[in-house]
Nanobody, 116 residues
Framework: VQLQASGGGLVRAGGSLRLSCVVSGTINSPAVMGWYRQAPGEQREPVVRVVDSGSPTYGESVQGRFIFSRDNDEKTMYLQMNNLRPEDTAVYFC???????????WGQGTLVTVSS
C-alpha cells in the first residue's frame, strides 16, 4: 500500500487549497482514512478522519472550513481547505489505518504555508 499526497503550497490567509491523496494497493475494511498535520515543533494531529463510508469527524480548529471528500473509483481522497489561517501552516499527511491487520500507512506529507 502506498499513499501519495499532493497539493500543498503557499497561500495568503483567507485563501484556499485542495490536497489530494492517491491510494494504491488494498486497504481492508474497516479502515480509518484521513488527513493529519504536523506543525514545526508540534506533534502530528488529526485534521479529519472517517471510518469506511461514515461521516467525517473534523478537528475543532478546522470545523466549518475544511471539507473531506473521496473518489472511490479513483482511489483518491481530498481535503478542501478554505479560509486558511496562518496557524494552519503545517506538513499535511494523508493516512490510512487498516483496522483488520492493525497497520497504519502514511503518505509522504505536503507542506502548506499560510502567510498573514
Amino acid at each position: 500500500v502506498q499513499l501519495q499526497a499532493s497539493g500543498g503550497g503557499l497561500v495568503r490567509a483567507g485563501g484556499s487549497l485542495r490536497l489530494s491523496c492517491v491510494v494504491s494497493g488494498t486497504i481492508n475494511s474497516p479502515a480509518v482514512m484521513g488527513w493529519y498535520r504536523q506543525a514545526p515543533g508540534e506533534q502530528r494531529e488529526p485534521v479529519v478522519r472517517v471510518v469506511d463510508s461514515g461521516s467525517p469527524t473534523y478537528g475543532e480548529s478546522v470545523q466549518g472550513r475544511f471539507i473531506f471528500s473521496r473518489d472511490n473509483d479513483e482511489k483518491t481522497m481530498y481535503l478542501q481547505m478554505n479560509n486558511l489561517r496562518p496557524e494552519d501552516t503545517a506538513v499535511y499527511f494523508c493516512g490510512a489505518h487498516d483496522l483488520r491487520i492493525l497497520k497504519m500507512y502514511w503518505g509522504q506529507g505536503t507542506l502548506v504555508t499560510v502567510s498573514s
